[in-house]
């Protein structure tokens, strides 16, 4: 999981950032993390995703690295006790 000191949800040098890439082979496919790219722009990163994967890509999905959560199986595992301890009620975890 990326924390804050991680370098990647730092901004570039110069003023580029990251952009992760999501892909889907065909329709009926889940959406997957293929790679990344850095760029100054949307319409820069949507260039440079498209000349990578579009050959192979039925659908193509571009974030700012800065803006992904990402949760790995510990981060997982505690939202699911925080959700199984929840007062059926409100939805709140009980202490």
């Not at 100054?40 to 039925?58: G, H, K, R, V």
């Not at 999905?61 to 803006?67: F, Q, R, V, Y």
Request: net charge negative; charged share 30%; proline share 6%.
């Amino acid at each position: 999981m990326a924390s804050d000191d991680d370098p990647r949800r730092k901004p570039r040098i110069d003023g580029s950032r990251q952009w992760e890439i999501f892909l889907r082979e065909r329709s009926a496919e889940p959406m997957r993390h293929v790679g990344s790219v850095t760029a100054p722009s949307a319409d820069i990163a949507t260039e440079q995703a498209t000349t990578l994967f579009d050959y192979a890509a039925s659908a193509l999905w571009l974030c700012p690295a800065d803006e992904v959560r990402r949760l790995g199986g510990n981060d997982l595992a505690e939202k699911g006790r925080a959700e199984s301890t929840a007062d059926s009620k409100t939805g709140v975890p009980q202490r």
